[in-house]
């Protein structure tokens, strides 16, 4: 096939599902298009513009951070020639006629039709194919597919390295082939992360993509000639892969030069960058063992007087004793009591973490184990387990930044325990709080409103809200958020229904509502909930 006949498309999503449908459902290659990628966001589908220049970018217009529109208005104030296609659910006049005015080659509702969507590719295809100058543009457009075919191929590289998947002949062929200046030799993998300073927001990935782009840049520079690679680590982090020992003209050690460079960035004070750098590793081929030392070392970010750079020294830190909760913090649940709960906890927490700092792992098992216990022990004063949290705390404790984040996702647990055994204690003693939460148990997908349930009781709103308050500490409100909050952990157990299914099925219009309610009680995403409750059932015996 001519190389100058084939289109680049970009294809750009915040939902993995769409994202992999688009990669997969249509045969790009028999189209002649080349597919050099797809982006999460619009900050990272920026970046991969500016580097790639694909002609052809199929967007999103809701994203977390960047918007799809705002991505177009981008590529063309910096004057990239890519002809956008829009996607999106939101059938509104005023996107449409934004995209029009930003030059929107076509704007398609979702669900999309994967017939259209080709055809309208084929002909832009074929826009694109009429406007080259064959004669006058022949050897750059072949030095830019060369120049994206040696970036693909480092990208796409490093994750086969990651993975093992390469022979020692196999990844010599690539060597030689792409002219990389790494070598089968001894090295290490160096994981770099972004990471909030604050409690999630829905801009915490675009942050942390914004900070590691220019650091890409810049290492890519230092790097340059130098045996090294590397690449994205989505959705906000770096791999690097370098043949020991480090070499520069400019440094005479890996870890003073990426002290360096995160420093600079750090000092924002919004986002922290956390550098892991792995064991050496004998070979190339056997570097996955160096990087699954680097995902071990960077948990350890959340305590950050350990420095931006760290190594496989804290690896040796000792695990403490086992220090076990009183019974003061079972005590304030039973009573409800907020203020109790959180003077006893952070003194938990400080016995935890004096007068060393343990091993992240050795944190997550110890406040793991309280949540455990604490469920157990309420079991006898609830019918069952709590059912205000069931998700794998393990899992959503590993994905918190700090000790501070770890602090708040543990009172949160905590106190909604207090506030379901303290629901069902009112239930049990006052009828009519039994009668209004039965009703909004039986009508949880009907979206219950405080005025449906004062008519079911024949009570004014003003009279029931204040009742229902007095009566269980809870706001209504407050009430049937945490019920649907319920709701949504017990259906994502089953792989069949999407985040994006149970989210329209309580109610929210806007899946990043739904998704922010859920990560606030539960610590994680939807779709992260979903895959960590799988990935338990698979590992069960």
């Known amino acids: 096939m001519n190389p100058i006949s084939m289109i680049t498309l970009l294809i750009v999503d915040d939902e993995a599902e769409i994202r992999s449908g688009l990669r997969s459902i249509i045969p790009w290659e028999d189209y002649s298009i080349t597919l050099i990628g797809t982006a999460a966001n619009g900050a990272e589908a920026l970046d991969k513009i500016r580097y790639y220049e694909p002609d052809i970018v199929i967007t999103d217009i809701q994203m977390p951070g960047m918007s799809g529109l705002e991505l177009v208005r981008r590529a063309k104030e910096e004057q990239f020639d890519c002809s956008f296609v829009i996607l999106s659910g939101y059938d509104e006049f005023e996107y449409a006629r934004n995209a029009i005015r930003y030059g929107v080659k076509e704007y398609l509702l979702k669900p999309i039709s994967i017939r259209d969507l080709t055809e309208l590719i084929q002909n832009l295809k074929e826009e694109i194919l009429s406007k080259r100058d064959y004669h006058s543009d022949q050897l750059s457009t072949l030095k830019k597919l060369r120049k994206a075919q040696i970036s693909l ?87 690097l892969i370098v043949n020991l020992p480090f070499q520069s003209d400019q440094w005479n050690s890996l870890d003073k030069m990426l002290n360096y460079h995160i420093n600079r960035i750090n000092i924002d004070g919004l986002v922290r960058v956390t550098a892991a750098i792995g064991k050496p590793a004998p070979s190339l081929r056997s570097i996955s063992a ?225 998704s922010r309610a859920f990560k606030a009680r539960t610590g994680l995403t939807p779709s992260e909930y979903q895959k960590q409750f799988a990935a338990g059932e698979r590992s069960s015996p």
């Open 153 to 239: 191929r480092k990208q796409n590289l490093i994750p086969q390295l990651l993975r093992g998947e390469l022979s020692s002949p196999e990844l010599n062929k690539v060597i030689e082939e792409y002219d990389l200046p790494i070598r089968d030799k001894e090295s290490c993998a160096v994981l770099i992360q972004a990471f909030s300073t604050y409690q999630y927001t829905e801009e915490t990935i675009e942050l942390g993509a914004n900070t590691l782009a220019p650091l890409m840049e810049v290492l890519d520079n230092e790097l340059s000639g130098l045996p090294a690679l590397i690449s994205d680590y989505p959705p906000a982090g770096l791999v």
């Open 290 to 514: 160096s990087f699954q030392d680097a995902r071990q070392i960077i948990s350890w970010h959340i305590y950050p007087e350990t420095g931006s750079v760290l190594d496989s020294s804290v690896l040796d830190t000792g695990q403490p004793a086992v220090i076990m909760p009183g019974d003061d913090l079972f005590e304030a649940v039973l009573k409800d009591d907020r203020d109790d709960i959180q003077i006893h906890f952070k003194h938990y927490l400080d016995k935890l973490t004096t007068p060393n700092l343990p091993p992240p792992s050795y944190l997550y098992s110890m406040c793991n184990y309280l949540i455990i216990t604490m469920q157990s022990q309420l079991s006898r004063y609830l019918d069952g387990p709590p059912k205000s949290y069931t998700g794998n705390s393990f899992a959503a404790l590993q994905s918190l930044n700090s000790l501070e984040d770890i602090q708040t996702f543990m009172i949160k647990i905590l106190s909604g325990f207090a506030e379901e055994l303290a629901v069902s204690q009112a239930a049990k003693n006052d009828p009519l709080i039994q009668k209004a939460l039965d009703y909004i148990n039986k009508n949880l997908l009907k979206n219950p409103r405080t005025e449906d349930v004062c008519n079911y009781l024949g009570l004014s709103k003003s009279y029931f809200s204040t009742y229902f308050k007095n009566k269980t500490q809870l706001n209504f409100r407050d009430y049937t958020l945490d019920l649907k909050i319920n709701y949504a952990q017990e259906q994502l157990k089953f792989q069949e229904h999407t985040s994006g299914e149970v989210s329209l099925l309580l109610g929210y219009e806007d899946y990043r509502s739904f």
